[in-house]
């Protein structure tokens, strides 16, 4: 049987359609060819709903091609019971001859035993097709199964000299460094992280709403560290709007729907104690959005995947220093007239 990486490559394509949508699921899109031709397709779209392979199977028109046709999927199938049945089965059911697989699962309730399912079963399967890329595609769920911890991306503006923040503030609200496009930008990137996490003097100086309200999608989880709960009940992190995990080292007496306190010990290195907490939640990726202290907090403990800097037009000459990276970049753009700058933190 010829193996073409094109259609893997289709499965990628497809899989990147639910980004943002699947937690706790992993990106997944699956292909049926017959005869060198795609005769049905699908990709995973939300948790809870029908896997890849279903979707893929359900659009072929002429199910008695499937006897005599190869499915490609970008990750290994399912082999066991959770909010949907497995998807060995179904292919298994079909009678399908022919898998070719992107890359193996790594969650512990899959981690091969799909594969060995469908060759039990009489199945031709072949494994690790184009395994880089697919690998990448589930960077945040690969990282989350494999570290124990969610894939972290630091996220922040600073002007042409190098700041953050200008030295005095006259209100509460974000200083814009970037110009719309970048914030759009950036307000698509928190639909498709699963959290974003501030520290406390962010919240009280720009009292940020930390929704995606310029790109249409889910808002993402809000984290905010509060060491001594100074942040005020009425700021826009209290909205009831998403939820918002607060850690502090008490938990306060003041109730607020949509929150939960989780208690560090400020002593100890926080961002272990976070990544760890975010774990327990099963929260699969965070985006750091700041400050200073906070994204430096996890660049010195090297917890951090991804960088994104922005850098805007404007000079405040004097200010907040924009945290330091000792890595390489690995893409630069311009974004009107502003610069982003992305670096990463793993192979």
Known sequence: MKINEKYIRRCIELA???????????LVGSVIVYDGKIIGEGWHKKSG?????????????????????????????????????????????????????????PNVKVAGNGIKKLIEAGIHVTVGVLEEECNALNKRFFTFHKKKRPFIVLKWAESQDGFIAPTEKLEKKPVWITNQYSRQLVHKWRTEEQAILVGTQTAIDDNPKLNARDWSGKNPIRLVIDQNNRIEKNNHIFDNQAVTIVFSKSIDTIKKENTIFEILDFEKNIA??????????????????GGRQTLQTFIDANLWDEARVFVGSIKFKEGTQAPTLSKNQFKKQSIGTDELTQTKNYD
């Open 49 to 105: 709903e029908s896997h890849a392979e279903v979707n893929a199977v359900k659009a072929v028109k002429d199910k008695s091609l499937l006897k005599k046709a190869t499915i490609y999927v970008s990750l290994e199938p399912c082999s066991h019971f959770g909010k949907t049945p497995p998807c060995c089965d179904l292919i298994i059911k079909n009678n399908i001859p022919n898998v070719v697989i992107g890359t193996v699962d």
């Open 16 to 26: 990147r359609n639910g980004l943002g949508t699947t937690y706790p699921n992993p």
């Open 272 to 289: 272990e104690q976070i990544v760890q907490i975010l774990y327990q939640h099963q929260i699969q990726s965070v985006i750091i959005e």
